[in-house]
């Protein structure tokens, strides 16, 4: 990723100051205009997979309004930071418009880091799949259970001709504890769900159970169902953890493990090519009927608030930033421990004053490595010279 806070020297090449360009002027309307035309946040109700792409969506978006287009990998965390100084630096940190909306992009922040981390441990678990052996395997995800006695979400469910496996996933980016009583803890204290993982499991059986009893009878199969679960934890690659089982009562793999134990499923139960395709089309059908993902966060708000402070900080007087700068072929004094001879800056006499200000505020660096401090310091002692 390009490093958005060094000076690129040379020939017609921009400075850029605390990293960041100028934001463009645009009004409330154009801002959520702008959100419309990326289609962010425009549906009320999605299903998990759609939700975290809607977030991606508001990141980049935000992103790019703030610090500038084509920032990819940009995360919520540097817009916030962005946001916060601009606000500093104009005086409107204690504004409520500003507060709103700083409160508003940590709420996403915090559906980012829970919803795409689970995804990204979902999509691990899956792309093992292609190291599964045997033939009568067929995986469907995020598959949605609702009945009379509760409702809840399958991360996996995987058929084969000796019945099914219910997946569920846990990314794990450290050693793990399942404790006496089923409770999955990371760093040994912080728990994902107070309830047991043999509890939850169970309801997952008997929700899927109830379910497809109902099916089988529809589509006159007779035969047994057979449903068994597998904890999966999913540690990005490089990651090597260890689990400490307590709870010794439910089966559970690492994912780069799960392969072997899908191949060697069995039970006394054996579904026919005819059955086990009646049953694809049944599970087909359950997954394509996926239930709306309830999210914590007001999506309209969120995009109201970001919009109303957008617009509060580009109104505000604007000051003369060092990316209307351009550096050309001229010496820069006794900067030539960090620039060439025939580098300076030349800018127009008007705007002297105020890039100096720049230059003192925030501090630069030069490509290179020269450290933010260093060239902070040669500015204060008026070693760079404007013409």
């Not at 072929?329 to 200000?357: C, D, F, G, M, Y």
């Amino acid at each position: 990723m390009e490093d958005r806070g060094s000076i690129i020297t040379g020939m017609d090449s921009k400075i850029f100051i605390g990293g960041m360009q100028k934001m463009k002027n645009r009004s409330m309307e154009e801002v959520l205009e702008y959100f419309q035309q990326n289609d962010v946040f425009v549906n009320d109700t999605n299903t998990y997979v759609e939700f975290v792409d809607e977030l991606k969506k508001f990141q980049k978006a935000t992103a790019d309004l703030v610090i500038g287009d084509n920032n990819e990998y940009v995360r919520m965390d540097e817009v916030i930071a962005e946001i916060s100084r601009l606000a500093r630096e104009k005086n409107l940190a204690n504004d409520t418009r500003i507060f709103e909306a700083l409160k508003g992009l940590k709420e996403v922040e915090k559906e980012i880091s829970i919803t795409v981390s689970g995804k990204s441990g979902e999509d691990r678990v899956d792309q093992t799949f292609q190291f599964v052996n045997r033939q009568d395997v067929t995986r469907y995800r995020n598959i949605s259970l609702v009945s009379a006695d509760g409702e809840t979400e399958l991360d996996f469910l995987v058929l084969t001709k000796n019945g099914f496996i219910i997946l569920e996933v846990k990314t794990a980016k450290s050693d793990m504890t399942i404790d006496e009583e089923g409770r999955i803890l990371f760093e040994k204290s912080s728990c994902y769900h107070d309830i047991s993982i043999g509890t939850k499991m169970e309801t997952k059986k008997k929700l899927l159970l109830e379910k497809l009893e109902k099916e089988f009878r529809d589509a006159n199969i007779d035969k047994p169902i057979f449903i068994d679960t597998m904890l999966v934890f999913s540690n990005p690659k490089g990651v090597k953890i260890k689990v400490d089982d307590q709870y010794r009562k439910q089966h559970f793999c690492f994912r780069g493990g799960l392969f072997r134990q899908i191949d060697s499923f069995d039970s006394s139960i054996c579904y026919t090519e005819e059955e086990l395709g009646k049953i694809n089309e049944i599970l087909n059908q359950m997954q394509t009927n996926q239930k709306a993902y309830k999210s914590k966060i007001n999506k309209t708000e969120i995009k109201k608030a970001f919009a109303e402070a957008y617009t509060l900080l580009c109104d505000e007087p604007e000051r003369i930033l060092a990316s209307e700068v351009v550096v050309t072929p001229i010496i820069v004094n006794t900067l030539e421990t960090v620039a060439t001879p025939k580098e300076q800056l030349r800018i127009t006499s008007e705007k002297k004053e105020h890039v100096k200000k720049d230059l003192l505020n925030t501090g630069i660096r030069i490509a290179g490595g020269l450290a933010a401090g260093v060239i902070l310091s040669l500015v204060t002692r008026s070693i760079i010279h404007i013409n």
